[in-house]
């Protein structure tokens, strides 16, 4: 059974910084991406940044957030500093693997004094 399983949400105050972390498990099909998007109340799913071949930020994250993937233990890290009450939603880690995408359950990032 694939897994893919995000950590590292939370509450935290407007310019202070979270690091997400997201490992999947038990796929068996060579990975081309693996990123992150978000989802806030009443929006759509946006992307946040991928890396693979290449990486790559949505506009309103560049310069604030970092994406790191450590191939040897299949993870994807997500260092998000300056945190603005607008970075706040459910993060989700996506893998792409083969013709097919996985996504975690999603962890909840607030951003709010």
């Known amino acids: 059974q694939v897994d893919v399983v995000e950590s590292g949400g939370g509450l935290v105050q407007p310019g202070g910084s979270l690091r997400l972390s997201c490992a999947h498990y038990?796929?068996?099909?060579?990975?081309?991406?693996m990123g992150w998007y978000r989802q806030a109340p009443g929006k759509q799913r946006e992307l946040v940044a991928t890396?693979?071949?290449?990486?790559t930020y949505a506009d309103f994250v560049k310069g604030r957030f970092t994406i790191s993937r450590d191939y040897g233990k299949n993870t994807v890290d997500l260092q998000m500093n300056s945190l603005e009450p607008e970075d706040t939603a459910v993060y989700y880690c996506n893998v792409v693997a083969g013709n097919s995408a996985y996504w975690g359950q999603g962890t909840q990032v607030t951003v709010s004094s």
């Open positions: 890396t693979g071949r290449t990486t």
């Open positions: 038990n796929i068996i099909f060579s990975i081309s991406d």
